[in-house]
């Protein structure tokens, strides 16, 4: 995407020094503040060597709300706003600051951008849809998880069977549940999928999907995680009580 829009965009993987800090943590608001510092710490890293004195980020009207202060409680720390450590060498520029998701679809769609509609994506990465420690074993069936969902769903979609969802993906609960894998007992994490329509990201409602939907996607779940996946869950929150992402 970045390289049709003709930007000038470079990619460090610093999958280490996130894996490493985030061992053992398990506190939602913990793992979101580790990220937010770890990406700024980063940033600056790179900044220093190549002269650079801006960050842009696309934070938008709920980060900030959502992340609290003075007035607001704190529903959870946005990576990019609640996250930022105390002190920060690099100026930070937000032009979307006002903005809900509706409005700054409006505006991608007014510049020619396909981004427009894109489904949204945390930015503290996969590691808010892993209840518990984000280690590298569980970011992988986590991947693989939400991999399956997006591509059913889509089918789902372009069949006419459903409504697309505005966002949709899967959770991982690291907590075993007895199954049975042929003749085999299998003793294994859960799996929910959540999907979700919503307009600006503030309130939610969970999304229809078909029961034949969910099968198949139960079903292809547990096939490629094997003994790592024995129960698929769907989950039936709307936002208030719950939140879109589960941490
Ligand atoms: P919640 O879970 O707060 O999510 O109901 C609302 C929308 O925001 C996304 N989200 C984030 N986006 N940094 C972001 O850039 C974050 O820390 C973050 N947390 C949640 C979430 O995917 C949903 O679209």
């Known amino acids: 995407m970045m390289k049709e829009m003709g930007l000038n965009f470079r990619f460090i993987d610093a999958s280490k020094e996130f894996y ?12 979101r503040k580790i990220i937010g510092e770890k990406f700024i710490c980063i940033f600056e890293k790179v900044a220093k060597k190549e002269k650079i004195e801006y960050l842009v980020q696309g934070t938008i009207a709920p980060d900030w709300i959502e992340s609290g202060d003075e007035l607001r409680d704190t ?19 937000e032009p979307l600051r006002d903005l809900y998701k509706d409005e700054v679809r409006k505006v991608a769609r007014a510049l020619g951008l396909e981004v427009s509609e894109k489904q949204p994506f945390p930015g503290p990465g996969l590691a808010v849809r892993i209840i518990g ?36 993906f899967a959770v991982l609960i690291p907590i075993k549940t007895v199954g049975v894998h042929g003749d085999k007992r299998a003793y294994g994490y859960t799996i929910a ?3 979700v329509q919503s307009v600006d990201a503030m309130t939610c409602k969970y999304s229809d999907i078909p029961h034949t939907v969910l099968d198949t996607i139960s079903t292809k779940i547990t096939n490629a995680l094997g003994d790592k996946i024995n129960r ?16």
Not at 20 to 31: I, N, R
Not at 75 to 93: A, C, D, F, Q, R
């Open 20 to 31: 490493d800090a985030l061992k053992g943590v398990e506190d939602p608001e913990k793992k």
């Open 75 to 93: 529903i959870k720390s946005h990576h990019n706003v609640g996250g930022l450590p105390e002190t920060m060498h690099l100026k930070l520029v």
């Open 133 to 168: 420690e984000a280690s590298p074993e569980r970011t992988e069936i986590v991947r693989e998880a939400c991999n399956i969902v997006e591509k059913e769903i889509e089918n789902a979609v372009e069949k006419k069977l459903m409504e697309k969802p505005w966002q949709y």
């Open 193 to 195: 999928i959540r999907a």
């Open 232 to 247: 698929i869950v769907y989950d039936v929150t709307n936002k208030p009580p719950g939140t879109v992402e589960w941490e």
